[in-house]
T-cell receptor, first 109, second 115 residues
Framework: GQNIDQPTEMTATEGAIVQINCTYQ??????LFWYQQHAGEAPTFLSY??LDGLEEKGRFSSFLSRSKGYSYLLLKELQMKDSASYLC??????????WGAGTKLIIKP | DAMVIQNPRYQVTQFGKPVTLSCSQT?????MYWYQQKSSQAPKLLFH???????NEADTPDNFQSRRPNTSFCFLDIRSPGLGDAAMYLC??????????????FGPGTRLTVL
């Protein structure tokens, strides 16, 4: 079967750095997405990786290793507004998105 | 601003009473999706339209139906809601094309409560 694994919950301090990991086992790979979802709201697109390496976008960076079936989302200079769930999703061989359950990130002052 | 709109934001229905959720988009995307998301779970794809072509996920119950009368609008009909259907229903759109980013843009969701 297809599977996306992420930690259920993480806690970090305002101003710090946090890394949210995602491992996947899918039938094929056509890209990996990270979405942010605030409580009670819709997911919003953060990043896309299809090749190995690091993609940086402001305070957020996303890394991919296809050989290891592994990605991480790195959030720097954490702000209280970064408290949200972060969902990892992989586009499989049928170009369908397989979603993880998300990592709830709690930011403490 | 181009966007995905869902109405209503909150819907309360009674057990077994049909309900329709609506979604509209001004992005002119030709792919539209309906997801069901329960608390702390991954979004579960119910169906999607590629233009007018309807694609039903294998495990979507028959109780769920969808209509897409034109490019801009899509509806989710739940014929006989059960308590287990209480969830957030998310509509999303994307441009066509299999490869590449083609990220999905989500509406704000409709939270369905079944009494």
């Amino acid at each position: 079967g297809q599977n996306i694994d992420q930690p259920t919950e993480m806690t970090a301090t305002e101003g710090a750095i946090v890394q949210i990991n995602c491992t996947y086992q899918t039938s094929g790979f056509n890209g990996l997405f990270w979405y942010q979802q605030h409580a009670g709201e819709a997911p919003t697109f953060l990043s896309y990786n299809v090749l190995d390496g690091l993609e940086e976008k402001g305070r957020f960076s996303s890394f991919l290793s296809r050989s290891k079936g592994y990605s991480y989302l790195l959030l720097k200079e954490l702000q209280m507004k970064d408290s949200a769930s972060y969902l990892c999703a992989v586009k499989d061989s049928n170009y369908q998105l397989i979603w993880g359950a998300g990592t709830k990130l709690i930011i403490k002052p | 601003d181009a966007m995905v709109i869902q109405n209503p934001r909150y819907q309360v229905t009674q057990f077994g009473k049909p309900v329709t959720l609506s979604c509209s988009q001004t992005l002119n995307h030709n792919v539209m999706y309906w997801y069901q998301q329960k608390s702390s779970q991954a979004p579960k794809l119910l169906f999607h339209y590629y233009d007018k072509d309807f694609n039903n996920e294998a495990d979507t119950p028959d109780n769920f139906q969808s209509r897409r009368p034109n490019t801009s609008f899509c509806f989710l009909d739940i014929r006989s809601p059960g308590l287990g259907d209480a969830a957030m229903y998310l509509c999303a759109t994307s441009i066509s094309g299999l490869a590449g980013v083609n990220e999905q843009f989500f509406g704000p969701g409709t939270r369905l409560t079944v009494l």
